[in-house]
């Protein structure tokens, strides 16, 4: 099995800055694609930004030239560095990585993280 576990969260105010981290663990022979995910009260859980094993970026046009998505492949872990933070980025903050577990088959599993809460203060 495959564990990821997300820290970074917490109450900022507007204009501040917070950066979420998630360390992937368990049984991984690779990682492709990570991510980033948020959720709002009543709303849906929606893209925040991707990028893959060999780097390539995507942004929901909300957070471009705010946030920044980076990734460490040597731990296993993806980084979200968000700044100049707006009130309705609040929401539950969730991590995604598609993983392979085994050298004998090349089909990947996509994981979820628990969530952090992210809550930005007017």
């Known amino acids: 099995q495959v564990q990821l576990v997300e820290s970074g969260g917490g109450l900022v105010q507007s204009g501040g800055s917070l950066r979420l981290s998630c360390k992937a663990s368990?049984?991984?022979?690779?990682?492709?694609?990570m991510g980033w995910y948020r959720q709002a009260p009543g709303k849906e859980r929606e893209l925040v930004a991707t990028?893959?094993?060999?780097?390539?970026?995507n942004y929901a046009d909300s957070v471009k030239g705010r946030f920044t998505i980076a990734r460490d492949n040597t731990k296993n872990t993806v980084f979200l560095q968000m700044n100049s933070l707006k009130p309705e980025d609040t929401a539950v903050y969730y991590c995604?990585?598609?993983?392979?577990?085994?050298?004998?088959?090349?089909?990947?599993?996509?994981?979820w993280g628990q969530g952090t809460q992210v809550t930005v203060s007017s």
């Open positions: 995604n990585a598609d993983v392979r577990s085994s050298w004998f088959s090349s089909s990947v599993v996509s994981y």
């Open positions: 368990g049984r991984i022979v690779s990682i492709g694609a």
């Open positions: 990028i893959t094993s060999d780097d390539s970026t």
